[in-house]
């Protein structure tokens, strides 16, 4: 047993079962003598880790055969360019769905290739924050794609609905969210997520495409950042992240034999139900910033009602094994990510100290 959880929104915590497996197979990869990481990307070993990591994903999220996985190296920031890139058209044009940090920033980063039409942007209701419903949008009809964030990592902010664009393809940035509940692919043209929040470590990243957006792209284009040459190469046109790729398939092995996607996101609701219920019930000592109708289910972010016991709440959190509580610089507060691999007993720990704390104080 390790001493601490870690509320850490990323690189987050993975599960013991995952680490302890890599640490068994660190110096002895399958009787290879060497390390997975020590051996070829070309070679027969490394290839089977990878096709196996790739089926396991398609299974676990039931991504038809029309859209190609793709392991790309770079985080999602590499993607809020990769998109603009890659599925801009003639005119140039693009909706985005403002609801947070993330999103602003893959705005910002999309600007500099087209123009960007922010269709939405998130709003605050009942004094609390709010991502506003879609007949409230300004979509355009000739937007090469529509692009949002469904969790909010930072404030805790998460869409309880996919967007409805048509045959304009849709376009999520998943990296917080990929993994913690049923999705259909099919409702998207694109997604992609950095893999250190549900995926595994920091390094990788995970696109799934649907094969019509598979275009060829300008010709200053780097090579690199063009999704046609990563698909027609299976994601091998160089070295890929190996070690990354290895724990990814870890974690998507692990997430079966925790019974699959749908059966984590039961366990996703009641973790999360636990921590928002008990901050309402609080509401003279705890507050959460976001509306009931969008919090997030990895991230809860919430405040003290008296912030000048913010510090003695995390200075306390870390000497009762609780750890990497503090909100994001921006934010403030306290942010508690509770990712798949939170085990029931980290939240539970977080809401006995959460209760003595208040009372104590
Ligand atoms: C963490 C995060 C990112 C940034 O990922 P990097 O791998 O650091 O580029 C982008 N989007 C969301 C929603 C995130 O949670």
Redesign the pocket.
């Known amino acids: 047993m390790r001493k601490v959880y870690n509320f850490s ?2 690189p987050a915590m993975l599960p013991e079962d995952v680490l302890l497996k890599a640490q068994a197979e660190m110096l002895d990869w399958n009787g290879t003598g060497m390390s997975i990481m020590e051996l070829g990307h070309r070679g027969p070993e490394f290839q089977e880790v990878a096709a196996q990591a790739e089926a396991d994903l398609r299974e676990l999220l039931f991504v038809p055969d029309d859209y190609q996985v793709l392991f790309l190296p ?5 993607q809020f360019a990769m998109v603009p890139i890659n599925l801009l058209n003639e005119n140039k044009k693009a909706d985005y769905i403002e609801t947070g940090i ?1 999103s602003a ?1 893959a705005i910002e980063e999309a600007k500099r290739y087209g123009h960007v039409n922010i269709a939405a942007s998130l709003t605050e209701r009942d004094g609390l924050l709010y991502i506003p419903t879609q007949d409230e949008w300004h979509l355009s009809e000739d937007a090469a794609y529509v692009h949002y ?1 469904p ?3 930072i404030a805790g902010v998460e869409f309880q609905w996919v967007p409805e664009t048509g045959k304009i393809p849709l376009v999520a ?4 969210s990929i993994m913690s509940q049923p999705i259909d692919v099919k409702q998207y043209g694109l997604i992609y997520a ?1 893999a ?2 549900n995926i595994g470590q ?1 390094g990788i ?1 995970i696109v799934i495409i649907r094969d019509e957006l598979i275009k060829s792209s300008l010709f200053l284009t780097p090579t690199l950042y063009q999704y046609k040459v990563h698909a027609e190469h299976h994601s091998f046109y160089n070295t890929p992240p190996t070690y990354s790729w290895y724990i990814a398939g870890l974690m998507f092995a692990w997430t079966k034999q925790q019974g699959g996607v749908a059966k984590i996101y039961q366990q996703n609701k009641k973790k999360a139900a636990m921590l928002y219920d008990y901050i309402d019930q609080h509401l003279d000592f705890y507050q959460c910033q976001v509306h009931p109708d969008c919090r997030s289910l990895m991230n809860i972010s919430f405040s003290l009602s008296n912030e000048k016991l913010t510090d003695a709440f995390l200075t306390e959190a870390e000497k009762n094994g609780l750890t990497n509580l503090r909100g994001h610089r921006i934010a403030g507060g306290v942010r508690a990510s509770i990712y798949n691999a939170m085990p029931m007993e980290g939240v539970e720990a977080l809401l006995h100290f959460m209760d003595a704390f208040r009372l104590s104080s």
Not at 74 to 78: D, S
Not at 173 to 176: A, E, H, I, L, Q
Request: net charge neutral; no cysteine; aromatic share 4%.
């Open positions: 929104a990323g770079g985080g999602a920031t590499t993330w920033k964030t969790n909010e990592t940035d998943m990296t917080s950095g250190q929040k920091a990243t």
